[in-house]
């Protein structure tokens, strides 16, 4: 495994259309607002893409949603089990290895890190991970859309057919979203994170709405427009991610936008700071 050689931000600008981006559970399932109106994206959806993304490129993923399971194991205590050199650093009692051996084994836990804590055995080992993410914010406040439908058909065997029932679904108008994000070196290093690591994250951000479609969110969307890559001269970085963040700035030309070409991004520059600009698929 390769070495991580100097700090990574990076800026991701997604457009929505017509889709609800992250649906809030705590509030009928409607897309996530601040309470200025401003459209919001968890950190941890976000991080949900990117290992479906890193699983369909063929890396192996300890945190795998129900559907995407691969291994047949129905649980995060089972995967970790099936490993059998955590198991023997875990009968050895050696915290270190244990996470060692987690981080070689799986691309998210080296990347984002993870908590293994499972009553059975006794197991409580943390992992902190480089790669960091924000939560994305819609560079205007949302307008949402609500729809009310039917479920016209009978989910148990009855009598006589069941009445329709009623329900709501929601989505943001149009939007654009910003999620930000770094890589810090000093965490790659305990993690064994390499630079080929960080080329397979760029291009998970990049094809991030990729293989992601559903009734909430039809293909065509979700897009990510541009993607943003800063790349520091030095492994702690000479310049701070909040400041490197500030230099991408984005405003609507028009007073309702409604695709990406209505935003005028501007995007300043720092001495000795390498930018690379990628489009979005």
């Known amino acids: ?6 700090k990574i931000d990076f800026e991701v600008l997604v457009m929505v259309q017509n889709a609800n981006p992250n649906g809030d559970p705590l509030n009928g399932n409607r897309p996530r607002e601040t309470y200025d109106g401003y459209g919001e994206i968890s950190d941890v959806c976000i991080k949900r893409k990117i290992r479906n993304r890193l ?17 047949e194991c129905k649980s995060l205590s089972d995967r970790a089990k099936k490993n059998e050199a955590m198991q023997k650093a875990q009968k050895e009692k050696d915290r270190d290895k244990y996470a060692e051996e987690a981080c070689k084994s799986w691309m998210d836990v080296r990347s984002f890190g993870q908590v293994f804590a499972f009553k059975d055995g006794n197991v409580s080992v943390g992992v902190r991970g480089p790669v960091s993410i924000h939560s994305a914010f819609s560079v205007l406040p949302v307008s949402i859309d609500s729809m009310q439908i039917t479920k016209s058909v009978n989910s148990e065997t009855k009598d ?8 709501m679904k929601h989505k943001v108008h149009s939007a654009l979203y910003v999620i930000k994000g770094s890589i810090n070196h000093q965490l790659a290093e305990k993690t064994g994170f390499s630079d080929e690591d960080a080329e397979k994250i760029k291009e998970a951000l990049r094809t991030l ?11 065509g969307s979700m897009e990510v427009c541009r993607l943003y890559w800063w790349k520091h001269n030095c492994p702690m970085g000479q310049y701070s991610s909040a400041k490197v963040h500030r230099l991408v700035k984005v405003e609507a030309k028009v007073d309702d936008p409604k695709v990406f070409e209505d935003y005028e991004i ?5 001495p000795d700071l390498d930018l690379e600009e990628i489009e979005g698929i």
């Open 209 to 219: 709405f990729v293989n992601d479609s559903s009734s909430a969110r039809p293909d």
């Open 160 to 167: 006589k057919k069941s009445s329709d029932t009623m329900g």
């Open 55 to 71: 699983q369909d490129m063929g890396e192996n993923i300890f945190v795998q949603s129900d559907e995407r399971a691969d291994d």
């Open 266 to 270: 501007i995007v300043d520059s720092l």
């Open 1 to 6: 495994m390769g070495e991580f050689t100097n």
